[in-house]
């Protein structure tokens, strides 16, 4: 099977990985989405990307890949991870993040010729008492931080 790039609106990836990610819901704010598609057009993965959502990394030069997600077609995660800085690039972003949870191995990313800037300790929730906050999942996961290739 070979797979191909295709555009894909920000409702169909929202859609495709409310039915596809296994533990994160869509994210809000997407600049923009790119799929991976079959040879018989169904589409396999996306890619969303959107601002940083750590506030210091926002500095109108970055993106983030907030959300990567596929339907378990083998590879299917490098093709949209080499677009998203494509595009961010030929867009004027001087840089594209992304993070992985313990546990993933970042074969996608090495694969797109992305690399690891950092290790990023567990973070206990955005709970506080002024700001009651329900757990969302990935709380107290350690998380590495993954920059694309220039």
């Excluded at 990985?17 to 589409?43: C, K, M, T, Y």
């Excluded at 797109?112 to 329900?134: K, L, Y």
Aim: with cysteine.
């Amino acid at each position: 099977m070979s797979l191909h790039l295709v555009p894909v609106r920000s409702r169909e990836a929202s859609a495709f990985i409310e039915q596809w990610h296994r533990h994160h819901r869509p994210a809000r704010g997407q600049i923009f989405s790119v799929g991976a598609a079959d040879d018989s057009g169904v589409l396999r993965a996306v890619a969303t990307v959107g601002r940083p959502v750590a506030r210091h990394l926002d500095d109108g030069a970055t993106l983030e890949v907030n959300r990567t997600c596929t339907d378990g077609a083998p590879n299917a995660n490098s093709l949209p991870y080499g677009a998203c800085w494509r595009a961010a690039a030929a867009l004027g972003y001087t840089r594209l993040i992304t993070y992985t949870q313990a546990g993933e191995s970042g074969a996608s990313l090495r694969g797109a010729g992305w690399r690891v800037i950092a290790q990023r300790r567990a973070r206990p929730g955005w709970h506080t008492p002024s700001r009651p906050r329900t757990a969302q999942g990935p709380e107290f996961v350690v998380r590495t931080l993954w920059e694309a290739g220039a």
